[in-house]
């Protein structure tokens, strides 16, 4: 199942289902016709990328990605180009069709040679593709890995960067950085989460002609999604049409992330923004901006609590940024509440740390409401009793393992955000930079959620939409421009986010 907000997906598929596809294609199709099709599919992406490039140098391992690389070295060379190929060294037979393609290649006069020419303008990595496993720096592919990416040529991978998981985006100690990677048959999830990003480049996909019936009754890992625009507003509408967003958190030294929360949820459409400041020296004067109302939080909790007259589908409470330990003793009396709830920063670690509150967030689920998860990696790993490194090595399956556990969303940060929900496909947004790594803009995507909750979106399509504004806006900032948390939270959805 997937949301009916996201107007364009792609599906994922993990090894194990690439393989069952691959399978059924190759039972489909005339012997040595796939790895045909990727080879010419590779020849052609190159000469792309580089079309006045004359030396290309292909390396190969034991296996089909190594015959995918010599499928692609005949089309180059046919094309008058110069290749030169290298082989590792291997011990058992090649597969069937990699044989095929290695007998191709000497039958075209192809050179082969046991390292990388003197200067070569592209390099291509057919050394393990899915096939991959730890690479440690001694071992015998590691040099050849180094001279892929050395210098600032263009590095095409074949299918995943050797030594990136294709699963997961984790990487081993010696791994392909590819400027460009041609995703074959079936999109990997794990080239667009974890390390995948960094090593795999820009991606490309080539379906090779294989129709969608090979993968029929085979349930793709994850969606890559991107989400509709958001729809025009109605002119007879009012504050009220737009729900209130009530944010509570803001302790003792900690009140801007309350402040970018509630900004951030003000610019995304919210009809109202109320603030509940936990630090007992605030006043409403160190509000940022006008538009912001403050409350006492006792007052704010007792308007939290009170859904009788407002629809609960109307309001959405953002809980827990810059929170401190304080936000611990109001979180039971929160989650007994109907009000859709975004939980953040330190409510999830006392969430993380009280199966009380953990049964509570279930039981809400059971009665129809609303909670959503914001956890960077660290968080989740606390959720979910592990370690931060254990999150980061399969980041789709502790989204799903945390959404499952606490029956509800689960937007899990980091590169390559994971929207999970029970009963949905994972969506995976590979939007986003580094620029976003700094304090605060956590904060600022909670109250995005926020003020689409409050508007009566699904949490799983509040959560999705919010992700990729937050994302695509870091991606669209000025180069010549600082980005900031409190710049981001004032970013307005437009009609492409």
């Not at 190759?26 to 040595?32: I, K, W």
Request: hydrophobic share 45%; proline share 7%; glycine share 10%.
């Amino acid at each position: 199942m997937f949301p009916a907000g996201v107007h364009h997906s792609l599906p994922l598929y993990d090894v194990a289902a690439t393989r069952e596809i691959e399978r059924r294609a190759l039972d489909a199709l005339p012997p040595h016709t796939l790895m045909r099709r990727a080879g010419l599919a590779v020849a052609r992406l190159a000469l792309a990328i580089a079309p006045h490039a004359q030396t290309f140098w292909i390396a190969c391992g034991a296996g089909n990605n190594g015959g995918d690389g010599m499928e692609a070295a005949t089309h180059l060379r046919a094309w008058g180009k110069d290749v030169v190929l290298t082989l590792l060294p291997h011990t058992r037979p090649l597969p069937a069709d990699a044989q095929a393609a290695l007998e191709h290649a000497r039958s075209c006069g192809l050179a082969f040679a046991a390292a990388p020419p003197a200067d070569f303008d592209v390099a291509i990595d057919g050394l393990l593709g899915i096939g991959a496993r730890a690479i440690e720096p001694e071992s015998a592919l590691a040099p050849c890995i180094y001279a892929l990416y050395g210098g600032h040529r263009p590095v095409l991978a074949i299918d995943v960067p050797s030594g990136l998981d294709a699963n997961t985006g984790s990487c081993t100690a010696v791994c392909v950085r590819a400027t460009h990677t041609l995703s074959l048959l079936t999109l990997k999830p794990g080239l667009f989460t974890g390390q995948g990003r960094d090593h795999a480049g820009q991606v490309w996909f080539d379906d090779l002609g294989v129709q969608a019936a090979h993968a029929e009754g085979i349930s793709p890992c994850a969606q890559l999604a991107v989400p509709m625009p958001q729809s025009p507003r109605q002119h007879a509408s009012h504050k009220g049409s737009f729900g209130d967003v009530l944010v509570i958190g803001g302790a003792a030294g900690m009140t801007g992330a309350a402040w970018l929360a509630a900004t951030a949820a003000l610019y995304n459409g919210a009809g109202r923004v109320i603030v509940g400041l936990l630090d007992p020296h605030a006043t409403p004067a160190s509000a940022p901006l006008p538009d912001l109302m403050v409350r006492p939080i006792d007052a704010l909790m007792d308007m939290a609590t009170d859904t009788a007259g407002q629809s609960a589908t109307q309001r959405c409470i953002v809980c827990g940024c810059g929170g401190g330990e304080a936000i611990a003793a109001l979180l039971e009396r929160l989650l007994c509440t109907s009000t859709p709830l975004v939980l953040d920063a330190d409510a999830l670690r006392a969430l993380a740390v009280s199966s009380t509150l953990q049964d509570a967030v279930r039981h809400r689920t059971q009665c129809g409401a609303h909670t959503v998860l914001t956890p960077h990696p660290r968080e989740a790993a606390l959720l979910l009793a592990t370690t931060t490194a254990a999150v980061q090595s399969d980041r789709i399956a502790c989204a799903n393992a945390l959404a499952q556990r606490l029956r509800c969303t689960v937007v899990l940060k980091g590169s390559g955000t994971l929207v999970a929900h029970p009963g949905h496909t994972p969506a995976l947004l590979a939007v986003g930079n580094p620029r976003l790594a700094i304090a605060g803009t956590g904060d600022v995507l909670a109250g995005m959620i926020g003020a689409r909750l409050a508007g009566s979106l699904a949490p799983y399509d509040a959560a999705i939409q919010a992700v990729h504004h937050h994302g695509t806006t870091a991606d669209r900032w000025p180069a010549d421009r600082p980005l900031t948390a409190s710049a981001l939270a004032c970013t307005a959805p437009c009609a492409t986010s």
